[in-house]
């Protein structure tokens, strides 16, 4: 569908169309249709971060995430689902070669969900554990073959130590628990498994992951992507998402007000001083947040050419740049969305979807600003991080 030579930007940019046409199915199916993922796959996104063995394109991070802000700017749910699925291979890449081999072995173009809160059971047997558990909220789970779970894991030294295991779509089920407000088409299902046995090269340890000392930290030395740990580029989709709201909540409200005529008194509301003030406010909003966040991911290519390990207070920044910017992109869309008109509450009308796809992006445990400010005033202080506030 398309050559090398394309931008992947441009490549997106060319699907966008129908993605958006599939906006309202997406809400009415309560999961990424599939033909929205085929469309995403036929650009090659969904390998921004595999590695290059297996065909990826070991994508910087700032290229990544204006992809998906463009994306959401047609379908958030798209976006937030389809960000996912790609960003695991990040994680995946620094697991043991035989469990790289086992996703991409066969089928490079295998993607993957997760639900990494440490819901799971686990009991420590000869070569691995049995593991159980419900794990919600696993964005496009119905289109990954595998999913990436979290527990807590009994360690001699250390006690409890937050871990991931990777486990294949034959040992779980999936639940339909997603009927929800905002974000209604990312299909964030529950993930449900019985006591399946996972075998010790398909278990990292956080620690592990975040400090590159996991089974494939030094796989591969010469890429430019895997320095960057991990968790903050899978952040950094949530608030690319909602910078895509955002961006396109302007457009429709600047489309809709110009031609707005109020019903009452046939003014022309685009004319009107206040419907100017708003829009220039959300807009410069929404570009500052933009501009932040832009300088953030930049850091992460910098970091990650450069091959320098962030230190804490760094760190403590690249966890918590994304939440404000998303704060900054809901006010925005607030802004708009309260001058749009009783029209805009329908059930069909884009802006209420949009409303309420901003504010889901402000939900997640990682956008959570009251945690972010916590995390970084307490660097900012020289303060110890608090576990508690991961």
Excluded at 135 to 146: E, R
Excluded at 150 to 171: C, H, N, Q, T, W
Excluded at 185 to 203: C, L, Q, W, Y
Aim: overall charge negative.
């Amino acid at each position: 569908m398309f050559d090398d030579t394309t931008p992947m930007i441009e490549r997106v940019r060319a699907v966008l169309p129908q993605i958006a046409a599939n906006a309202s199915k997406a809400e009415e199916m309560r999961q990424v249709p599939q033909e929205n993922i085929d469309l995403l796959k036929g650009t090659g996104l969904h390998r921004a971060f595999q590695p290059k063995d297996y065909g990826g394109l070991e994508m910087a991070v700032p290229d990544f995430e204006n992809c998906i802000a463009l994306i959401a700017t047609a379908c958030g749910s798209t976006a937030w689902a389809f960000s996912l699925l790609a960003e695991h291979a990040h994680q995946i890449a620094l697991y043991s070669k035989q469990m790289q081999e086992e996703i991409w072995g066969d089928d490079p173009d295998t993607v993957v969900s997760s639900s990494i809160a440490p819901y799971g059971k686990s009991q420590e047997v000869e070569g691995g554990i049995r593991f159980s558990g419900e794990f919600g909220w696993s964005s496009g789970c119905d289109h990954g073959q595998w999913a990436i779970l979290g527990f807590l894991r009994d360690d001699a030294e250390m006690g409890k130590v937050y871990s991931f295991a990777i486990v294949p779509r034959a040992d779980y089920e999936i639940k339909d628990t997603w009927y929800t407000a905002g974000m209604r088409g990312t299909g964030s299902k529950t993930i449900v498994v019985k006591d399946a046995f996972v075998p010790e090269h398909r278990i990292e340890s956080v620690p592990a992951l975040m400090t590159l000392t996991s089974a494939g930290g030094d796989l591969y030395p010469d890429s430019t992507t895997y320095h960057v740990p991990f968790i903050y580029v899978f952040a950094s989709c949530f608030s690319a998402v909602s910078l895509g709201v955002a961006e396109r909540m302007i457009q429709l409200y600047t489309e809709r007000t110009q031609n707005r005529v109020r019903a009452y008194t046939g003014a022309k509301v685009g004319q009107s001083i206040p419907a100017c003030m708003r829009l220039a406010e959300s807009t410069h909003q929404v570009a500052a947040g933009r501009a932040f966040l832009e300088k953030t991911w930049e850091d992460m290519r910098d970091h990650a050419e450069r091959r320098v390990f962030p230190d804490e207070t760094k760190m403590a920044f690249w966890r918590t740049n994304q939440a404000y910017a998303v704060k900054m992109f809901v006010a925005a869309v607030d802004r708009l969305f309260e001058a749009s008109g009783g029209s805009s509450w329908f059930d069909d009308a884009e802006g209420q979807r949009l409303f309420r796809d901003a504010h889901m992006t402000a939900a997640h445990a990682y956008t959570d600003y009251d945690i972010c400010a916590q995390i970084l005033g307490r660097a900012l202080m020289g303060l110890e991080p608090d576990p508690s506030l991961f």
